[in-house]
Nanobody, 126 residues
Framework: QVQLVESGGGSVQAGGSLRLSCAAS????????VGWFRQAPGKERHLVAA???????DYTDSVKGRFNISRDDAKNTVYLQMNSLKPQDTALYYC????????????????????WGQGTQVTVSS
């Protein structure tokens, strides 16, 4: 069983940057695919970025060119670098992980993930 803890959220002005971290404990993270999701008040949870354990990555269209997902398996941590932040990026951000035997697989739906963190709030003001 892996436990996930997010950190790095906060309040920034539009155009600013934040780096979110998702730290895993309980077992090695190297064979997990990981996704970052976000949920704004009154809205559904949506995938922002995802990375396979083979380092394939994908992003939702609204963050392409601004966000970058990466992983450091030696530190059991996945990062989400968020640049050029916009007010519409304001949400509670969650990381999620799924054990998989396929190095290239990326998972896009929340129900495909087995483990979730508690979330970290990101607030972007205009």
């Amino acid at each position: 069983q892996v436990q996930l803890v997010e950190s790095g959220g906060g309040s920034v002005q539009a155009g600013g940057s934040l780096r979110l971290s998702c730290a895993a404990s309980g077992r090695t993270f190297s064979d997990y695919a990981v996704g970052w999701f976000r949920q704004a008040p009154g809205k559904e949870r949506h995938l922002v970025a995802a990375i396979s354990w083979g380092n394939n990555a994908d992003y939702t269209d609204s963050v392409k060119g601004r966000f970058n997902i990466s992983r450091d398996d030696a530190k059991n941590t996945v990062y989400l670098q968020m640049n050029s932040l916009k007010p519409q990026d304001t949400a509670l951000y969650y990381c999620a992980a799924r054990l998989t035997g396929w190095s290239g697989n990326i998972y896009y739906n929340a129900h495909e993930y087995q483990h979730w963190g508690q979330g970290t709030q990101v607030t972007v003001s205009s």
